[in-house]
């Protein structure tokens, strides 16, 4: 199994501009999860879909943040506009359902000049 | 609302030396508690899942236990090996049907040979 699979694994991009995150969570998971990881925060759940509809957004930010899963197999966050405090790195999980543990991807480190 | 705390927040050892990370929480109420293991740029990866109703999990040269009424939890680490340097987070899962994991900002832990 390929794991949980994020793009990109970096990005750099000016304040204003808009910003997609990707995830391709794990064949036959039921549950997904969107983290952020800041050194001050530590790590945050942004949002949690599960069988593709958002259950809990109540991490994300603002309404600048955005999550779509259209199917079972990709899921994006996006920041529109992006702000330097949005720099760090995002991840994302997945889980089969009522699984006792989150299989996380390998992060997005997003900076934001 | 859960908090998690680890102590320390930074451990350096000589090879070979056991050590001992801590985590505590604020709520006792949780359904599990969990350590993972994050390398630089990498995602997070499971190493113990201790159910409310356990004291203890072992593998390998981890040995990680649970107080769940006095909100406390210790990874012990036998033997310890460069290998093992990395960061280890302590994340708690609340009761019933709550799927959030709240994490601690994880102690960085350096095995110098």
New interface residues.
């Given amino acids: 199994d390929a794991g949980v699979i994020q793009s990109p694994r970096h990005e750099v991009t000016e304040m204003g501009q808009e910003v997609t995150l990707r995830c391709k969570p794990i064949s036959g998971h039921n549950s997904l999860f969107w983290y952020r990881q800041t050194m001050m925060r530590g790590l945050e759940l942004l949002i949690y879909f599960n069988n593709n509809v958002p259950i809990d957004d109540s991490g994300m930010p603002e309404d600048r943040f955005s999550a779509k899963m259209p199917n079972a197999s990709f899921s994006t966050l996006k920041i529109q506009p992006s702000e330097p405090r949005d720099s760090a790195v995002y991840f994302c999980a997945s889980s089969p359902l009522d699984a006792e543990t989150q299989y996380f991807g390998p992060g997005t480190r997003l900076l934001v000049l | 609302k859960q908090e998690v705390t680890q102590i320390p927040a930074a451990l350096s050892v000589p090879e070979g030396e056991n050590l001992v990370l801590n985590c505590s929480f604020t709520d006792s109420a949780i359904y599990?508690l969990?350590w993972f293991r994050q390398d630089p740029?990498?995602?997070?990866?499971?190493l113990l899942?201790i159910q409310s109703s356990q004291r203890e999990q072992t593998s390998g040269r981890l040995n990680a236990s649970l107080d769940k009424s006095s909100g406390r939890s210790t990874l012990y680490i036998a033997a310890s090996q460069p290998g093992d340097s990395a960061t280890y987070?302590c994340?708690v899962r609340g009761g019933g049907s709550n799927?959030?994991?709240t994490?601690?900002?994880?102690t960085l832990l350096t095995v110098n040979p």
């Fill in positions: 599990n969990q740029g990498k995602g997070l990866t499971s899942l987070l994340a799927y959030k994991l994490f601690g900002k994880g």
